[in-house]
């Protein structure tokens, strides 16, 4: 990811393959309703811009209660960050899907 450009994660229980209208090179893999986490800083170095930052967050069991997942969900989820070099300013990451485990 380019260093030092927000971003959240876009989950959710079902699977899409949508694009994104005013993002035409971005494709939106989540389906159903969609939940979005608190915007985090995709960290690196401090300049110039570079690939050197990620995200990353915890499930914990904590947030999974709350959000009403247990053992065996499916959950679909991905990144929306900034990025000036994409169609649009900004765009998703590659999708990840999985299936919760007691």
């Known amino acids: 990811m380019i260093n030092n450009r927000p971003g959240f ?3 959710g229980r079902g699977q899409n393959h949508a694009t994104v209208l005013n993002l035409p090179s971005s494709v939106l893999c989540v389906g159903g309703v969609h939940v979005r986490t608190d ?3 995709s960290a690196g170095n401090p300049g ?3 690939c050197s ?3 990353s967050f915890h499930w914990s069991a904590n947030y999974l209660a709350q ?3 247990s053992a ?3 959950v679909c989820c991905q990144y929306w960050s ?3 070099a994409a169609s649009g300013g900004c765009g998703f990451t590659d999708a990840l ?3 919760l485990a007691p």
């Open 67 to 69: 959000r009403g997942l």
């Open 97 to 99: 899907m999985f299936v």
């Open 72 to 74: 065996g969900d499916l």
């Open 82 to 84: 900034q990025d000036a």
């Open 9 to 11: 994660l876009f989950w």
């Open 39 to 41: 915007l985090a800083d």
């Open 48 to 50: 110039p811009d570079d």
């Open 53 to 55: 930052g990620g995200y």
